[in-house]
């Protein structure tokens, strides 16, 4: 049973298209977060949410908005994509928003803007 | 603002052998140090968590340390196997929970 489950996995889209990238956590866990790594390997978060409420968003550019309709979903929605957008998306959960706690991540997000 | 530095970048060694992988940080102002493992095309999977208030952790072959002073952690591998061959992350939390990464480590234990 998936605790961090993200969907879809592969997507490969055009340049200004709108798209969407579903994360679920079947953990119980408050706080969800997006991290995004790059083509050189390099993880770097996005956003946090604790209990639906965003708490930190890293410089990411208003074309990336993430939705949290429960706690147990993050939602990223990104407008007007750009080739510099592909990348691997992670979401993860972690029971509550202070350090101390595992950080769980689901499988990844495979995104190619072409 | 916090540098997470990973030393080597890649590492190939033969089965069987001890190994260390290194990870510095700048700002010793953390709440813990998480080491991932991250297989091609997968996410990653925590493996060790340790607490700033400790100076290691233990999981099977697996063996993390933690000098905030000196702003350095190991991750010990005894007894390398093949299905170890992954890229080792470690990550400093501070504040709310989010992680700072360092590049990784790119293991290769080779039969």
């Known amino acids: 049973d998936t605790a961090v489950s993200q969907t879809p996995k592969y997507l490969v889209t055009q340049m200004g298209n709108d798209k969407s990238i579903k994360c679920e956590q079947n953990l119980g866990h408050d706080t969800m977060y997006w991290y995004k790594q790059d083509s050189k390997k390099f993880l770097k978060i996005m956003f946090s949410?604790?209990?639906?409420?965003?708490?930190i968003n890293e410089t990411v550019p208003n074309r990336f908005s993430p939705k949290s309709p429960d706690k147990a979903h993050l939602n990223l929605h990104i407008n007007s994509l750009e080739l510099g957008d592909s990348a691997v998306y992670f979401c993860?959960?972690?029971?509550?928003?202070?350090?101390?706690?595992?950080?769980?991540f689901g499988e990844g997000s495979w995104l190619t803007v072409v | 603002k916090q540098e997470v530095t990973q030393i080597p970048a890649a590492l190939s060694v033969p089965e069987g052998e001890n190994l260390v992988l290194n990870c510095s940080f700048t700002?010793?102002?953390?709440?813990?140090l998480q080491w991932f493992r991250q297989d091609p095309g997968k996410g990653l999977t925590s493996l060790l968590l340790?607490?700033?208030?400790?100076r290691e952790q233990t999981s099977g072959r697996l063996n993390a340390s933690l000098d905030k002073s000196s702003g350095r952690s190991t991750l010990y591998i005894a007894a390398s196997q093949p299905g170890d061959s992954a890229t080792y992350l470690c990550?400093?939390?501070?504040?709310?929970?989010?992680?700072?990464f360092g590049k990784g480590t790119m293991l290769l234990v080779s039969p």
């Open positions: 340790i607490q700033s208030s400790q």
């Open positions: 949410y604790n209990n639906k409420e965003l708490i």
């Open positions: 993860a959960s972690s029971q509550d928003l202070w350090g101390g706690n595992t950080i769980y």
């Open positions: 700002d010793s102002a953390i709440y813990n």
């Open positions: 990550a400093t939390a501070a504040g709310y929970s989010t992680l700072t």
